[in-house]
């Protein structure tokens, strides 16, 4: 996948302090760098690149993978885990899907949740939404905040714009950390058009088998489409950073979509120059001496 550089994660990425929008960013790429028939069988061959590239990342055992799935509804985010995920070793990777938080979950700070699902050395976790959202669906739903109980919030009046830059940089802290102890960190963001969505939402309607996955409060936050368009907007220009960038993905072709994700991936993934560990010269001994000892059974 990497070494013909079809894709080029530089095209898609969120320049750290730019400020952006998202009317810039194109939803579907009429011109694409590859046919879907060969595409399909780049991202296949990519899964098999990347199965051996978690073999050594468990091994070496000296960083962590985390990928971070942000979108608006429909925008294919499951059907991305799916495809790019399916010829890893499941042991090694977790998917992680937050939902709104639990009366225990908003007695901690916000990070908490998400803290105690994050990959271990060796693992790759996927979260499908992440703590973004507490900047995103929190900043259209600002009362939602409330439920948090800080200290030095007793309105919506009291949610300012100081609020939410504030809890940019925390975030951004968040991620620091998690970066210089070893994680190394994916955003992105599904970028799916507002035509798009309605398809696959009455595609979801008319369809028995995917009735479930459509709710009425799929439809309620449609109508606030704008204001997560500059949520969004605004959260990618404040957190993409050069341990921590976003990138952002044409949505509309849902197969296009997984082919730039898993290109994206693979070649952070080879920039880690994983490697199998390599045993001392005692261990070697050691491992030749115990082969010899099998051989020799009766």
């Not at 700070?109 to 959202?133: C, M, Q, T």
């Not at 409330?146 to 100081?162: F, G, M, T």
């Not at 009735?211 to 959260?235: C, G, L, T």
Request: hydrophobic share 40%.
């Amino acid at each position: 996948m990497a070494e013909k550089k079809i894709i080029n994660p530089d095209n898609f990425k969120v320049k750290p302090g730019k400020k952006i929008s998202l009317k810039d960013f194109k939803t579907d790429i009429k011109k694409k760098a590859i046919n879907q028939k060969a595409g399909e069988v780049l991202l296949q061959k990519g899964v098999q690149e990347m199965s051996l590239l978690q073999d050594k990342l468990y091994a070496e055992g000296k960083h962590s993978i985390l990928i971070v799935l942000q979108a608006m509804d429909a925008a294919g985010k499951d059907g991305t885990i799916k495809h790019l995920m399916s010829g890893l070793n499941p042991s090694g990777v977790k998917v992680y899907s937050f939902k709104s938080p639990s009366s225990i979950e908003l007695t901690h700070d916000y990070f908490w949740r998400h803290y105690k699902e994050l990959p271990a050395r060796g693992e790759i976790v996927i979260f499908n939404r992440s703590h973004y959202e507490n900047v995103l669906i929190t900043k259209v739903h600002p009362e939602f905040i409330l439920n948090e109980k800080l200290p030095y919030i007793h309105s919506v009046k009291d949610i300012d714009k100081k609020f939410w830059i504030d809890r940019y940089n925390q975030i951004n802290r968040f991620e620091k950390n998690l970066s210089e102890n070893g994680t190394i960190i994916l955003k992105f963001f599904l970028h799916v058009s507002k035509d798009e969505q309605k398809r696959r939402f009455i595609e979801r309607v008319d369809d028995p088998k995917k009735n479930w996955k459509f709710s009425v409060a799929d439809m309620k936050e449609r109508a606030f489409w704008d204001d997560y368009q500059k949520a969004y907007a605004e959260a990618l220009s404040h957190t993409s950073t050069d341990h921590a960038p976003w990138f952002i993905i044409p949505a509309d072709d849902k197969w296009y979509t997984r082919v730039i994700v898993g290109a994206v991936i693979y070649q952070q993934f080879q920039k880690l120059n994983l490697a199998y560990p390599k045993v001392s010269k005692a261990t070697k001994e050691a491992l030749l001496k115990a082969k010899e000892t099998l051989l020799n059974e009766k």
